[in-house]
C-alpha cells in the first residue's frame, strides 16, 4: 500500500533521500559492436584470433597463417521492473509532487544504485579476472597508494594498455590517499583516465537481488551476499567491459486510461547485459576486504 502524506502547505518540500546518480554510466558499451543473436535474450560479440609470426624463407617465402572472426554468444542477465499506482486525489492534495516526483526519484534513489551494484558485483564474479590473493583492510593512504601500485603492475604485465583505465574506489580509502599529498601518490592517481568515488554501499564482490515478492523480500532492490565482500577499489579498463540496456520502458498511465482504479501508474522496467570480454578478463582487477 501507497503511504502519502497530504501537504500542508501550497508548495510541499520534498524530504528527499541523499543519493548519487549512477557512478557506472561511463562504462556503457556502443550498442553498434554487437551482432544480433540467434535468440531473443542474447548477442553475439565478433572476436578476432590469428596466428603469429612464423619464419621467412628465402626460398619458400612466407609461412601460411591463419584468421579467424567468430561471435561469442552473450546471454542478457538483467531483468528487473517495478509498477507503482498514485491514487488521484492524493497527487492533487500533495500539489502533484506524489507523482510529480515519483520517476526521477525512483530512478535516482533505487535504480541507479542497483544498477552500479549489479555492475560491480558481476564483473567480480568473472572467472579469470586480476585481483588480491588474499581480501584485507587498507589501514592508512600508504597502504592504498602500495595497494593500487600493486594493481597496476600487475596489469602492466598482462599487457593492459594504459589507457582507458578507470579507479573505483570508496571515498575513505581515497581521501586516505590524497591526504598523503606526495609526489609518488599524485603521480599514481595521474595513471587512471577517469577516477570514480563508490558509495560503499553500491561496492561488493556479490549481491543478492530481491525479487518484491517472496516474503521478506517485498522492499525488493538488492543487499550485500553472505559471500560478498566490501570492496576496496576496483580497475577497470573500459573496452573489456559489455555493459549495455537493450530496452528500458519508463511509461505512464493516467486515472482516465487506469481501468483498475482512480490513480496514475508509473511502470519501470530496465533489461541489459554486463559482461566482459572473454579475452580481457586482465582488464578488471579488485582489490577486496577480507
Known amino acids: 500500500m501507497n503511504t502519502i502524506e497530504l501537504s500542508k502547505n501550497y ?31 542474447e548477442i553475439k560479440i565478433p572476436k578476432i584470433e590469428m596466428d603469429g609470426l612464423g619464419d621467412y624463407s628465402r626460398n619458400g617465402g612466407y ?32 500539489a502533484e ?17 542497483e544498477a552500479d551494484a549489479f555492475t560491480f558485483a558481476t564483473l567480480c564474479g568473472k572467472a579469470g579476472i ?34 582507458d583505465r578507470y579507479l573505483y574506489i570508496t571515498p575513505s580509502n581515497l581521501s586516505a ?23 560503499q554501499a553500491r561496492f561488493y564482490t556479490a549481491i543478492d537481488m530481491q525479487d518484491g515478492k517472496t516474503t521478506g523480500q517485498e522492499k525488493g532492490g538488492y543487499k550485500k551476499a553472505t559471500n560478498g565482500k566490501e570492496i576496496n577499489f576496483m ?3 573500459k573496452p573489456a567491459v559489455l555493459k549495455f540496456n537493450k530496452h528500458i520502458a519508463s511509461n505512464i498511465i493516467t486515472p482516465e486510461a487506469n481501468q ?8 519501470y522496467r530496465k533489461y541489459g547485459l554486463v559482461d566482459v570480454y572473454a579475452n580481457k578478463v586482465a582488464g578488471i582487477y579488485l582489490h577486496h576486504k577480507a
Open 97 to 113: 509532487v506524489a507523482f510529480g516526483r515519483l520517476g526521477a526519484e525512483f530512478e535516482r534513489t533505487k535504480v541507479a544504485p
Open 177 to 199: 590517499m590524497q591526504a598523503l599529498d606526495t609526489t609518488k601518490s599524485r603521480e599514481l592517481l595521474l595513471n587512471f583516465t577517469l577516477i570514480k568515488k563508490v558509495p
Open 11 to 41: 508548495i510541499p518540500l520534498l524530504d528527499e533521500v541523499y543519493k548519487n546518480a549512477s557512478v557506472t554510466t561511463e562504462l556503457d558499451t556502443d550498442e553498434s559492436v554487437a551482432k544480433a543473436g540467434d535468440k531473443a535474450n
Open 63 to 94: 609461412t601460411n597463417g591463419d584468421v579467424s572472426l567468430t561471435y561469442e554468444t552473450v546471454k542478457f542477465n538483467y531483468d528487473r521492473g517495478r509498477k507503482f499506482t498514485v491514487d488521484y486525489i492524493d497527487n492533487e492534495e500533495t
Open 235 to 237: 580497475i577497470i579498463h
Open 260 to 267: 483498475t482504479s482512480d490513480g496514475y501508474i508509473q511502470k
Open 130 to 163: 586480476s585481483k588480491v590473493a588474499a581480501g584485507s583492510t587498507l589501514a592508512d593512504g600508504t597502504a592504498v597508494m602500495n595497494a593500487i601500485k600493486v594493481a597496476l603492475d600487475k596489469m602492466d604485465d598482462d599487457e593492459v594498455p594504459a589507457e
